[in-house]
């Protein structure tokens, strides 16, 4: 389990970045620890930025092929 600190740490998003993203559906949700905690699984986190990284180099692809 994540906490949010290090969820930054590893994302590079701020805190008002990824309750947003979580808003919009395009960040994993954290689960509840206790009354007043949070966090995310590592899984959950790791499986978003690989996607992210997926999605970066798919777009960076299909710019390469119209430029040519």
Known sequence: ILR?????????LSRSTIYNMMT??????????????VGWTKSDVDTWIEERIALSRQ??????????
Do not use: I
Not at 4 to 12: A, D, K, L
């Open 4 to 12: 949010r600190p290090e969820v930054e740490n590893r994302t590079g």
């Open 24 to 37: 919009a559906g395009t960040f994993p949700r954290p689960v509840q620890l206790g009354p007043r905690a």
């Open 59 to 68: 777009s960076q692809q299909q710019e390469a092929g119209t430029a040519a």
